[in-house]
């Protein structure tokens, strides 16, 4: 199983709008509504930000939301505020067989 | 609130085994309503599922990793623990233990480890 393809950086102004795309393949993005998001901030452990593609878990602001097309899924960041700087992760469920999960790269979103 | 944390050596030489086992407190794994995962994340790199362990013992592995992992569960102590096998300085990570959500997300997740492999 390959990891799923995030663009290795993203940026916005305090403010603004930024998204972030998430590209894997019908065995996986495509083939369930599986797609998750994390919020990794140095030397922290991840934090769900959106699972199930486009659902928040309690407690994360609506300013954070997920789409799915096809095989790519996407994180949108609106309002963006310096706190939200740190490093983006999606996964995918990735098999009915064998239960498998995959990570993309991560993506660092800079607050300039 | 569920917490979980990771415990095990540090420092593992290269050929042998690395250990950890996860505590969980505020919710009970043989529950049965969760999955319970390992994850790992070398030094400035993305994370990497290793993989999971239901209540009954059921695994799951990355099929890049399954030949030297083993998870494995002890409902009585809370606890489920990973062993890698056969450690090269390509294992050194920050290992995280996570529980699964119903959708195969990552809700909760420990602090993280840091294991490094070295003679």
């Known amino acids: 199983q390959s990891a799923l393809t995030q663009p290795p950086s993203a940026s916005g102004s305090p403010g603004q709008s930024v998204t972030i795309s998430c590209t894997g393949t019908?065995?996986?993005?495509?083939?369930?509504?599986?797609v998750s998001w994390y919020q990794q901030h140095p030397g922290k452990a991840p934090k769900l930000m959106i699972y199930?593609?486009?659902k928040r878990p309690s407690g994360v602001p609506d300013r954070f939301s997920g789409s799915k097309s096809g095989n790519t899924a996407s994180l949108t960041v609106s309002g963006l505020q310096a706190e939200d700087e740190a490093d983006y992760y999606c996964?995918?469920?990735?098999?009915?067989?064998?239960?498998?999960?995959?990570f993309g790269g991560g993506t660092k979103l800079t607050v300039l | 609130q569920v917490q979980l944390q990771e415990s095990g050596p540090g420092l593992v030489k290269p050929s042998q085994t690395l250990s950890l086992t996860c505590t969980v407190s505020?919710?009970?794994?043989?529950?049965?309503?969760?999955?319970w995962s390992w994850i790992r994340q070398p030094p400035g790199k993305g994370l990497e599922w290793i993989g999971y362990?239901?209540?009954?013992?059921?695994?799951y592995y990355n099929p890049s990793l399954k030949s030297r992992v083993t998870i494995s569960v002890d409902t009585s102590k809370n606890q489920f623990s990973l062993k890698l096998s056969s450690v090269t300085a390509a294992d050194t990570a920050v290992y995280y233990c996570?529980?699964?959500?119903?959708?195969?997300?990552?809700?909760?997740w420990g602090q993280g480890t840091l294991v490094t492999v070295s003679s």
């Open positions: 996570a529980r699964v959500e119903g959708s195969w997300g990552f809700d909760y």
């Open positions: 505020g919710g009970s794994i043989s529950s049965g309503d969760y999955y």
């Open positions: 362990i239901y209540y009954s013992g059921s695994t």
């Open positions: 019908s065995s996986d993005v495509g083939g369930y509504n599986y």
């Open positions: 199930e593609v486009s």
């Open positions: 996964s995918s469920y990735a098999g009915s067989n064998n239960f498998h999960v995959v």
